[in-house]
């Protein structure tokens, strides 16, 4: 039985709302047990977060004590099996070493609209991805492509992370799903997920389960050793 412990917390977002939608739609995954802890930031110290074999992670800013802090990135580097959702690109601004944990950091984010974003299907974490009854309107399903309404995350992120999901915006694609290691853990990061509405539909879901399940496969992460071209 996996464990999986559903954070929230911080200034903004409705996090107890979208943390209990997230485990509902964790708790149909079998072979699991959801907790749900809202403003509970010592949940990440070590002996605590040691319990668990995945954090699903939804917090708007804050700080992280020396313990909180080195609990997480060792837990993680270790063992770990960290989903960061949304405002997680916006957590602890103060930490450098979360930012490089997660692969990322929130920039800003134009209004919240209707908008594209692509899964990219090539990347191996998206063969978890179940294919979702697109909106009637929206023919293209043979791309991957969804309609969504949400907030759109502008993110500064680290080029080798391994981008799985993308949505234009000002000419640029920007990244809505990643992956990446860390030492001998696994992250992903999922930027949908605004309000509680934005969580509880079928897309989000799925790129849910489908970062949860990559994560906990003893896949590694893929690499680019393509050669450098000088």
Same mark, same amino acid.
């Given at each position: 039985m996996k464990k999986i412990l559903v954070m929230g917390g911080g200034e903004f977002h409705d996090y107890t709302g979208c943390c209990e939608v997230?485990?509902?739609?964790?708790?149909?995954?079998?072979?699991? =047990?959801?907790? *749900?802890? *809202?403003?509970?930031?010592?949940?990440?110290?070590r002996g605590a977060i040691d319990n668990y074999d995945a954090v699903v992670f939804y917090w708007t800013k804050d700080h992280l004590t020396a313990e909180q802090k080195q609990g997480l990135l060792s837990w993680c580097a270790e063992k770990g099996r960290?989903?960061?959702?949304?405002?997680?690109?916006?957590?602890?601004?103060?930490?450098?070493?979360? =930012?490089?944990?997660?692969?990322?950091?929130?920039?800003?984010?134009?209004?919240?609209? =209707?908008?594209f974003v692509t899964v990219d299907m090539k990347h191996p974490a998206m063969k978890y991805f179940e294919n979702v009854t697109p909106p009637e309107e929206w023919k293209n399903w043979a791309v991957h492509e969804c309609k969504v309404t949400d907030e759109q995350f502008l993110t500064r992120y680290d080029t080798r992370v391994n981008v799985a999901a993308h949505a234009a915006f000002n000419g640029r694609l920007w990244p809505v799903v990643w992956t990446k290691s860390w030492g001998a853990g696994k992250v992903c990061y999922l930027a949908l997920g605004h309000d509680v509405k934005a969580c509880d539909n079928d897309f989000f879901r799925h790129l849910l389960y489908a970062g949860i399940a990559w994560v906990e496969s003893d896949e590694p992460e893929p690499v680019d050793d393509s050669p450098f071209i000088f």
């Open positions: 997230m485990a509902r739609q964790l708790r149909a995954l079998p072979g699991h =047990e959801v907790e *749900v802890a *809202v403003n509970d930031l010592d949940r990440l110290r960290f989903i960061g959702v949304h405002c997680a690109a916006t957590a602890f601004r103060d930490c450098p070493e979360y =930012e490089a944990m997660l692969g990322g950091r929130f920039r800003k984010h134009p209004p919240y609209r =209707e908008y």
